[in-house]
């Protein structure tokens, strides 16, 4: 028992609808050729929605409002746009082995599906406590977020838990956006992380000083510096409590464990080069991977970033999904035409009124700017390494503004003097974004594709951060 599918998109998540969309507007495949696989019930959605307006007490995000693509303020596409454009969606199926010589994957059902070029969009999964030694985590109280099913737990326990006390295990971007969630929830929060400060991988302790100030006046409590190391239990199963490496015992009505995520290449683990130091799929400027049938996008993939001169990194947000998705697409469809991917690393949150973005790679000296006292915070930070601006930062700034440092960071402007880049501050990336292409050989890229991506980026995190707004109304446009 089997199908065939000339193109075959492998996971259901961001980047499986993003590529959906690229083929469809593209064309170059014909009715019952192409066909998505995803483990999940339901067609690719905007996964970003699940800690913003999916978690809200009133007016939460709910699909179909928030399938794919309208993070990026394109078309919204149901179940019924797939079926309108020929695409079948094979949903709740699970691939337990591929065969890539013979092009091929096997679902835990028995039946056979073969292709003539898989995209393979993977993604991530969260890692789990009993990784690192710690049992329990099955507990109904316990809550991870990776999926509308993890959603819906961590929003019934929410319901069960007003007034009550929530844990967060780990300090980043989940830890961070859950937080946030709970408290506007009227729950009240200890965030539990063995880093000295919160988002240890991108913030400075300057900044993250700001933003465990803004949480703690939000009332959440910060317990830095340590582990837990098992549960408190009730005769029901329910966790009561959470024992930290130190003795401590902190109550717990219910708990949210975000310590990070695993690339899903195991599937493809020994048929393909894998990147070791980055725990993904490696691919060239094509997205292609070692096998020339096969690509790989979205988390999963480790592909060169050009600002890196070359450097192979996997980025773990949702713009690098929707990126390197549609840029698969375009070199499978029109390979003469595709050049290699040159894209800008980009990052952005929004909790309770903050809203940030950082663009690059936060490696060199670090110059702070702006005002880190506002109750309406404008700030941020430049990393400078050999006189060039490398990663930038920043917290409330407009659309514009937001530009004008992605230009800063894609042109890599040179710096001449550290004390005086701290005084001009944002000024510095407006000024550079004002200038005609610099000489000297400062463009690392054509100047469209740059000025294209900073401005899609900013459109695109303006779009996710409003998903609660947007997504949460009843009454919608669609």
Known sequence: MGRAFVYVILGGGVAAGYAALEFARRGGYSRGELCIISEEAVA???????????????????????HTCVGANDELLTT???????????????????????????????????????IIATGARALKLEEFGIQGSDAENICYLRNIDD?????????????????????GYIGMECAAALVTN???????????????????????EYYENYY????????????????EKDTTGKVTAVILKDGKHLPADMVVVGIGIRANTSLFEGQLVMSMENGGIKVNGQMQTSDSSVYA??????????????DIRRLEHVDSARRTARHAVAAILEPSKTRDIDYLPFFYSRVFTLSWQFYGDNVGEVVHFGDFTSSS??????????????????????????????????????VANMDELGKQGLEFAIQESQKQMPDGGLAIGEKPTYAWHATAGVVAAVSIAAIGYWYGRKRRRW
């Open 151 to 171: 959603a819906d737990k961590l929003v019934n326990a929410m319901k069960s838990c007003s007034g009550g006390n929530a844990v967060v295990i780990g300090g």
């Open 377 to 414: 915070p404008r700030f941020g930070a430049y990393w400078v390494n050999k006189d060039r601006i490398t990663g930038a930062f920043l917290e409330g700034g407009s659309r514009e503004e937001y530009e004008a440092v992605s230009v800063a960071v894609c042109r890599k402007a040179k």
């Open 80 to 118: 019924k746009w797939y079926k309108e454009q020929g695409i079948e969606l094979v949903l709740g199926t699970k691939v337990i082995s591929a065969d890539v010589r013979r092009k091929t994957l096997l679902t835990a059902t028995g039946e056979t599906i073969s292709y003539k070029t898989l």
């Open 44 to 66: 690719p959605y905007e996964r970003p929605a699940l800690s913003k307006g999916y978690l809200l007490p009133e007016g939460a995000a709910r699909l179909p409002g928030f």
């Open 216 to 231: 703690t006046s939000k009332g959440v409590t910060f317990v830095k510096g340590t582990v837990l190391t098992s549960f």
């Open 297 to 310: 996008v979205g988390d999963v993939a480790a592909f060169p970033i050009k600002l890196f001169d070359g």
């Open 186 to 208: 009227k729950i009240r929060v200890t965030m539990v992380f063995p880093e000295k400060h919160c988002m240890g991988r991108l913030f400075t302790p300057k900044i993250a």
